[in-house]
């Protein structure tokens, strides 16, 4: 199957039971695929930050997926680099990290009456797209 240059590629890895390795094959195909030159966003939507520690990344220390699901930051002003200072992610990787934050999404979109807007991962794909390998 042909693809142009820079197609985007969407890879949902995801499964309600935990210890079945979501967070280890996310990483890994990851790393696997920033290795081989392509640009690569993984987007760590678990409340418990596992992809965010498994890259060393402290839950805490930056704005992240709480923030841009309600709507207090831009998916493009939070995504971690290796160029970032003190990131040491793999080539091509790109990170939104988690925090225990998520446990209040609920309560606070419930406030603020607000629900998932899906323009927010489009506009993040086209970006993508759009810039091609990293």
Do not use: C
């Not at 392509?38 to 402290?58: E, M």
């Amino acid at each position: 199957m042909d693809h142009p240059e820079h197609s985007t590629w969407v890879i949902a890895i995801g499964n309600q039971k935990g210890g079945v390795a979501k967070t280890t094959n996310t990483a890994h195909i990851a790393a696997a695929l920033g290795r081989l030159g392509r640009k690569v966003l993984v987007w760590d939507l678990d409340v418990n930050y596992g992809l965010t520690s498994h890259f060393g990344i402290p839950p805490m220390a930056y704005s992240g997926t709480f923030h841009v699901l309600t709507g207090e930051r831009e998916p493009e002003d939070i995504i971690l680099t290796h160029e970032d200072p003190d990131i040491e992610l793999p080539n091509g990787v790109h990170l939104i990290p988690s925090s225990r934050d998520l446990e209040k999404l609920d309560a606070v979109l419930s406030t603020n009456d607000l629900f998932f807007n899906q323009e927010i991962l489009l506009s993040l794909l086209r970006g993508y797209r759009i810039k091609g390998r990293a």
